[in-house]
Structure formats: C-alpha cells, structure tokens
C-alpha cells in the first residue's frame, strides 16, 4: 500500500514560485505513474501533469505547459512540482496520485493512490 504526502504549498504573490513535494512509503516511486492535480473550491479535481516511472518523461495540462515542471528523486523517493509564475487562477489545494502502469490518463479515477493535499494560494 503506497502512502503519499504533499508539502511545499502556501500563500504567494502572482508571479511568484513554489515547488511541492510529494513523498512517498510503503513503495517505489519509480514503479508508478505520477500524476499532480488540482482542485478549486467548486471545481472538479483537474489533471496538471505526469512523470511517468520508467523514463521521468513528463505531460502537462495546456493551463500550465511552460510553468510547471514535474521531477524525482528515486534516492528519496520524492517527486516535485515546480510552480513558476504562478497566478491567481492557480490557486487550488494540489494532490499528488499513484497509478500502477505506463498509460497515462487525465481522469482522476485511473489513479491508485492520493496525498492528502496540500493548498496553494496565489494572490493578486
């Protein structure tokens, strides 16, 4: 049973960088598929990006290809999402999830495990 935990989220100014962590027990993260999503107050949960486990090849939603950088660690068993210039339309609590394979889906239900969030507000 893999069990994640995010870190890293807080309040920032529009324009600003943060970089979530999210860690992982109880299995390799270089085995899984991992995906970051997000979610709004009033939304539904939405895909931001993927690395995959066998070749740290990454996908990226198009809201925020070109800012967000998703990376691992396999010595800590950590991946990261690196947030720049950030906005306030980012501002959601942010989940990192596990999914056991190599095909990769948006959907949030294809995924096997989830951290428990950590929030992300970006001010104007």
């Known amino acids: 049973q893999v069990q994640l935990v995010e870190s890293g989220g807080g309040l920032v100014q529009a324009g600003d960088s943060l970089r979530l962590s999210c860690a992982a027990s109880g299995g390799t993260l270089s085995s899984y598929l991992m995906g970051w999503f997000r979610q709004a107050p009033g939304k539904e949960r939405e895909f931001v990006g993927v690395?995959?486990?066998?070749?740290?090849?990454?996908s990226y939603a198009d809201s925020v290809k070109g800012r967000f950088t998703i990376s691992r660690d396999n010595a800590k068993n950590t991946v990261f999402l690196q947030m720049n210039s950030l906005k306030p339309e980012d501002t959601a609590v942010y989940y990192c999830?596990?999914?056991?394979?190599?095909?990769?889906?948006?959907?949030?239900?294809?995924?096997?495990?989830w951290g428990q969030g950590t929030q992300v507000t970006v001010s104007s």
């Open positions: 999830a596990a999914r056991r394979g190599s095909v990769y889906y948006t959907r949030s239900d294809k995924y096997d495990y």
């Open positions: 690395i995959w486990g066998s070749s740290d090849g990454t």
